[in-house]
């Protein structure tokens, strides 16, 4: 599970709470695709930097070349992802979903 830590968080009011469902650790938000979900443990504000860790099922089994390439990929884009979570991002936006789906095919076809 990744974890990233930001110096500031966003003060733009891009995160939209009705698209978030309240855990008891802060945050959770389930996107609906490759079963990803981040984890906001603190909300991030101009005075405190966001916190979180990201799950999901896009890493393939293995240990071939080809599949630790694939994997390492997929940890640039996971880590990506957190970072715009945790810097306020809407990450659940379905512009943001497409562009996730285009980035795990372009990956895909590049190995």
């Known amino acids: ?7 500031q968080g966003a003060a733009d009011g891009t995160r939209h709470p009705d698209d ?3 855990t008891f650790r802060g945050q959770q938000i389930h996107l609906p695709c ?3 979900t981040v984890h906001l443990d603190q909300e991030c504000s ?3 930097p ?3 860790s990201i799950t999901s099922q896009l890493k393939a089994p293995g240990r071939g070349t080809l599949v630790r390439k694939f994997n390492a990929a997929i940890d640039g884009l996971e880590a990506l992802i957190l970072a715009h979570a945790c810097a306020g991002v809407d990450i659940t936006s379905p512009a943001y979903i497409e562009g996730i789906e285009t980035a795990v095919d372009a990956i895909g076809n590049h190995l």
């Open 1 to 7: 599970m990744k974890q990233h830590r930001r110096d």
């Open 46 to 48: 101009p005075d405190s």
């Open 34 to 36: 490759f079963g990803i």
């Open 50 to 52: 966001g916190l979180g």
């Open 20 to 22: 978030q469902q309240l």
